[in-house]
């Protein structure tokens, strides 16, 4: 008889956690909203190795795609991104990065993916209950009452028992759609009938759900990116919370003999939620 295992959190990080555990463990999966309630229902699903508007290479960036990559690759919608150039520090750093190449008017990555979200969560817990796991929607107040041999905490910035830094982004979906993402102050991603235009990192919220706050700001990046983009209908505002922690990295910490905790993925949850799952992994 397998050992169980209960993950709180549908998310990236849980699902990809349950994801690999589900060989070996009898997972239940609770959330109080269902599958990509949380910020990794609402991500744009923008995934490569480099960080900033210069084009720096993250921490583990490469381990981090490399790792997604296997498991994700089923869900892409476009490969490469176009990054525009806005000044000479962008302009500088992306020249002196073999991985962007100059075409006209800026510059082309290649390891860039556009990723089907809630199709990519989807599958991850579809593997997880054909291993024999289930999903629960509930809301779990006290952890540890939780009759489970191992428990994993993957809540994002609601996750108790560790430091993290609660951070808004809101969304645009717009109504029109073109062959591949660009990149320059924020970003706009075309997806299947629609595009999205990102993002806001907003620290003194009050409010976590989606308003016309962020309309402004959004609008104004996506027009310099995309001249006469904003004439296109607003088909929705998403916003979500992402866990950052201290580090710039995902948190994995062991609170007692049960009990674990791995958060704090920020706005690299499709980078990082593979590989630190295979870390969690290790010390369970």
Request: aromatic share 10%; hydrophobic share 40%.
């Amino acid at each position: 008889m397998k050992p169980t295992v209960a993950i709180v959190g549908a998310g990236l990080a849980g699902l990809a956690t349950g994801f690999f555990l589900s060989k070996t463990y009898s997972v239940t999966v609770f959330d109080k909203k269902g599958i990509g309630g949380g910020a990794s229902g609402i991500a744009a699903g923008l995934l490569h190795p480099f960080v900033g508007q210069t084009g720096k290479l993250n921490t583990l960036g490469w381990e981090g795609m490399e790792a997604s990559l296997a498991l994700l690759s089923g869900h892409i919608l476009h490969k490469g991104l176009f990054r525009i150039p806005f000044t000479a520090q962008m302009e500088k750093g992306f020249a002196s990065n073999s991985a962007f190449k100059a075409v006209e008017g800026g510059f082309w990555q290649e390891e860039a993916y556009a990723i089907d979200i809630m199709a990519y969560l989807q599958f991850l817990m579809g593997k997880i209950e054909a291993n024999g796991g289930r999903l629960i929607i509930q809301k779990i107040e006290d952890p540890h009452q939780l009759k489970f041999d191992k428990i994993i905490l993957c809540q994002g910035w609601e996750t108790p028992f560790t430091q993290i830094t609660p951070v808004k982004g809101q969304l645009i979906e717009i109504g029109c759609t073109f062959p591949y993402p660009i990149s320059a102050e924020g970003y706009l991603l075309p997806q299947k009938n629609s595009s999205i235009i990102g993002s806001t990192y907003e620290r003194g919220y009050t409010s976590t759900e989606p308003d016309t706050s962020c309309l402004s700001e959004l609008l104004s990046k996506a027009e310099k990116m995309m001249p006469g983009i904003s004439k296109y209908p607003i088909l929705n505002i998403r916003s979500g919370v992402r866990a950052s922690s201290p580090h710039r990295l995902p948190t994995i910490e062991k609170i007692d003999s049960r009990l674990h905790v791995y958060t704090g993925l920020g706005s690299r949850g499709l980078l990082y939620h593979v590989l630190f799952a295979k870390k969690l992994l290790e010390i369970l």
